[in-house]
Structure formats: C-alpha cells, structure tokens
C-alpha cells in the first residue's frame, strides 16, 4: 500500500507539472529560457492460450513510464534535466504478480559555454528504485534490492560537448559517487559494493556520460544513454557500465510501440548466477528488456 501511494504521488506531480507547464507556455515563448516536454506512456503486453495444443502460459504486463526533460537556455548559461520514473508488473497464474520494471533516475547537467558546442559543466546523477526486488527459487524467495537499497548520487565538475539536445557527451575528471543501502538485511551482507554493516560508500572517479538521439524515419526513432564510471580508490581498471537503447515507433499521436534494453556492469554488485547446476553469486551481466504497445501523451 505504501509503494502505490508512493508511486500515486509522484504521478499526481508529474501530471502537475505538465498542466503547469502548458498554462505557462505563453508567457515563456517570449523569452524562450525553458524548454519544457515529457511523455505520459502506458505500455501492456498479454498473451492467452485456451486448449492450445503447443502449450503456452497466461501472462498479462503493465508498465507506466514518466519521461520528462526540462532545459533552460540563456545567453551563456544552460541547464539541462531529465526526470524517468517507470515501474510495472507482470503476472501469471502460476506465479502471480512480479514487478519486471522499477526506475527512478533524476539527470542533471549545468554548463557555460566555453567556445561553440563545447560547455564548462557540473553534473548530477541520481538513480534508485521504488520497491522491493526479489530471486526467486523453488524454495522461496530472497530479497536482492529494496527502495534507496541502492540509490546512486554523482556529480563533479568536468567538460561538454553539446551538438544539440538529442547529442552531447559529459566527461567529468573528478566526479563524486554515493552508493547508499539503507535495508538493514542488505547493507548487513555487504550488498553492492558497502561493507558489511555500512549503509553507504563513498567512491572517487572519472565520469563519462553519452546521450545520442536520432530518427530512423519517419515516426521511429532510436535513443542511446550510456554512463562510464571508473573508480581512483578502488580498481579503476574495472570501469562500470550501464548503457540502455530505446526504440520509439508511433502508430499515431496516442499509440506507441515502445521497445529497450538496458546493460549494466558492475564489479561490486553480485548477481544471481547458475553454474553446473548450483546457484552462486558474483559480478556478472544485467539485462532488462521491455517491448510493448501502449498510449502515450506528449506535450
């Protein structure tokens, strides 16, 4: 219940903020200091079989995505952000219901320009989730992630290159991380990189973050993020990763197919693992995928 009124308030802001933002409208076009424009997106997927000789599962899927980029522009200055909160379950008989997405991620980059496209910057990044995550096995069920547990703030200073909103790159030489685990069970078991007992960990690195945006053809187009971390105090050989690619084709002004996928590596994060047979836990891979139709409202 917590989680849903949760997830209900950050709804009732967003969709504030779009109202907001077009009864506003008017008096920003003389300036033209803020660029404001989100996306509204509900995205289902189900499949049912009755009788069906090939065998097959029931399963319905529900996403809501919240989208939003607000971007301010004045003589030299600009500021940059982008707010993407999703979350989504999934259901089958034989296992209920299961979240499959589970995002908060709130970008912010302010930069001055230098010379023609390039872009003294401070930047900050911050990334979590709303609900409990959980591995689930023959014999239960074990929690691996919970809300805050982990939530990863950066920032740092560092230099851009801004061709236009849908392309940029943001190296930062020094840049900040905060890895907090505020679930006692986990930051116990030294989840994610804390030690044993610790509820946060402090890291010190070189930062890249890459946005490109481009259209495929008409009413499809493809969105690349990828964020580079290395850490100075600790293996900055083992550089982390995380890369997402999102696939937009519209149907019409409400209808979109929606398809993404998101990669991550991360060296102090454990991930379940099946090697001959027997579950273990290490770094490893993470992969999330999402494909579905659904209503989109933009502004």
Known sequence: MKLFKTISSVCTLLLAVSVNAQEESSVQDTTKTWTIKGENTFLIN???FSNWAAGGVNSFAGNLIFNYDFNYKKDKWSWDNKVLAAYGQTFQKETGWRKNDDRLALNSLLGYEASPYWLYTFFMNFNTQFANGYNYADTGRDKISASFAPAYLSFGPGMAYKRSDNFKVNLS???ARFIFVTNDSLSNVGAFGVDPGEKLRFELGASLDAYYKVNLMENISLENILKLYSNYLEDPQNVDVDY???LFMEVNRFITVNAGVQLIYDDNTDVPKVRNG???????LQVRQILGAGITYKF
């Open 244 to 246: 997402t690619a999102n």
């Open 46 to 48: 189900q499949s049912s």
């Open 278 to 284: 027997v579950e273990t836990k290490g770094p490893g």
């Open 173 to 175: 030489p020094m840049a």
